[in-house]
């Protein structure tokens, strides 16, 4: 998984590439967001469109991403989920869990 970090309209968005499987992968994630919100950017969208696979490891990641945001006075939103992603999400029933957008204006509206 590699991941990039990009900011607009001050919002930032984590764009999530590859295989979401946990591991390493879930502290290298934990620790962007905990950097963002030390940088008192606690509004994060993270992008999933080039996402190929995700476990139930990869679910922990964004488990973990929405409650540290919650906890911190921030939010997380999911845009441009993929199919077998969004299966997942609702087989696991998270997609109650997680606000899941369309496109980026639509999740930087629902902030």
């Known amino acids: 998984m590699k991941y990039t970090v990009s900011e607009e309209k001050g919002l930032v968005t984590l764009a999530l590439t ?3 499987m946990g591991g390493p992968e879930a ?3 934990n620790d962007a967001i905990n950097r963002l919100i030390d940088e008192k ?3 994060i969208i993270i992008n999933l469109k080039n996402v190929e696979l995700m476990n139930s490891s990869g679910l922990g990641i964004l488990i973990g991403a929405v ?3 919650q906890n911190n006075k921030g939010g997380l939103r999911l845009i441009h989920v993929p199919d077998k992603v969004l299966a997942l999400l609702r ?3 998270l997609d109650s869990v997680f606000h899941i957008c369309g496109t980026f204006e639509e999740a930087a509206a629902s902030f």
Request: aromatic content about 0%.
């Open 41 to 43: 950017k606690n509004r």
């Open 27 to 29: 502290t290298e994630i």
């Open 67 to 69: 409650t540290l945001l």
């Open 18 to 20: 590859g295989k979401i």
């Open 91 to 93: 087989s696991t029933k």
